[in-house]
């Protein structure tokens, strides 16, 4: 899971295992959820979002969960591969104002 | 497609000089904003924009300006460099603030000496 401090939470898996890597969010009054991935020298890219409406969204090979009465999202990763290797991050934003990002946990994916 | 354009890459000054971090979107987005990413820490909001014209600040603006001339460019500039602001820099654009996902780019690498 994501935590504040100097060493981000890291996560090691076998390729063609299923990854899942959690956010503990801190406000209740958030209404969307955004999980992004971030290679190393690149930008943060887009996964997948959910709004506060909804429990469960699926996309291709992630599926994002959201469970509002503890504040917690998960994202899963089916059939991890090793193009999943990356810091991912989840942001909230309450009301559409300014989104507040975790500092992320690393997934690394051995072959 | 370019999406989110970012230049430079990468930056050395010296404390005291001033410069320019360029972004340019080619997606006709109105909302743009400027974070900073510092080891251990998430993303900050330095500044941000709802559309040519109109900027404000987010969480960390000091020792930052922006302006927002046209919808496609959100230049941040530095005003007197400072050792505090070394960091990776993004610039990220989105349809509307805070209910569309946030396209970024590939973000300027600062060190300040």
């Known amino acids: 899971g994501e935590s504040v401090g100097l060493h981000l939470p890291t996560l090691s898996v076998q390729e063609g295992d299923n990854s899942i890597i959690n956010c503990a969010y801190s406000n209740s009054a958030s209404d969307y959820f955004i999980w992004y991935k971030q290679e190393s020298g690149k930008g943060p890219q887009f996964i997948i979002d959910?709004?506060?409406?909804?429990d469960k969204r699926q996309g291709q090979r992630v599926t994002v969960l959201l469970n509002k009465t503890v504040k917690h999202l998960s994202l899963q990763i089916a059939a991890t591969q090793p193009g999943d290797s990356a810091v991912y991050f989840c942001a909230e934003n309450r009301a559409g104002n300014q989104f507040y990002f975790g500092t992320g946990t690393s997934l690394t994916v051995i072959p | 497609n370019a999406g989110v354009t970012q230049t430079p890459k990468f930056q050395v000054l010296k404390t005291g000089q001033s410069m320019t971090l360029q972004c340019a979107q080619d997606m006709n987005h109105e909302y743009m904003s400027w974070y900073r990413q510092d080891p251990g820490m998430g993303l900050r909001l330095i500044h941000y924009?709802?559309?040519?014209?109109?900027?404000d600040q987010g969480e960390v603006p000091n020792g930052y300006n922006v302006s927002r001339s046209t919808t496609e460019d959100f230049p941040l500039r530095l005003l007197s460099a400072a050792p505090s602001q070394t960091s990776v820099y993004f610039c990220?654009?989105?349809?509307?603030?805070?209910?569309?996902?946030?396209?970024f780019g590939n973000g300027t690498r600062l060190t300040v000496t």
């Open positions: 924009s709802v559309g040519a014209g109109i900027t």
């Open positions: 990220a654009s989105s349809v509307d603030r805070g209910q569309s996902p946030l396209h």
């Open positions: 959910i709004r506060s409406n909804m």
